[in-house]
């Protein structure tokens, strides 16, 4: 089975694909091929979603986290770590205050 999930930025010029297995890929607005991102804290990633700054959120289901990254893909770093309780996440979601 291969679990994708699928989010895009405000301005839709950007779409996050999260592959199960491969990491993050970026496409442009036309769906033009930008990027792919993964490395050892997107174990086995999930859910995806972006903040109204443009800032990309991804679940980590094998290492139990959240990570930040900027709009082009770029690693910020682990939000929320397993050691704060964090288990099997399968997905994350934002809202504006």
Do not use: W
């Not at 989010?7 to 996050?16: A, C």
């Amino acid at each position: 089975m291969i679990i994708i999930h699928v989010t895009v930025n405000e301005r839709g010029d950007r779409l996050y694909i999260s592959d199960f297995n491969k990491g993050i890929v970026c496409l442009d607005g036309d769906e033009n091929y930008l990027s792919t991102y993964n490395d050892r804290d997107l174990n086995g990633i999930d859910g995806v979603c972006v903040d109204g700054k443009g800032n990309l959120f991804v679940v980590g289901c094998r290492p139990n986290n959240v990570v930040q990254f900027s709009e082009d893909v770029k690693k910020i770093g682990v939000v929320i770590p397993q050691q704060d309780g964090l288990k099997g996440p399968r997905a994350v979601c934002l809202t504006r205050n």
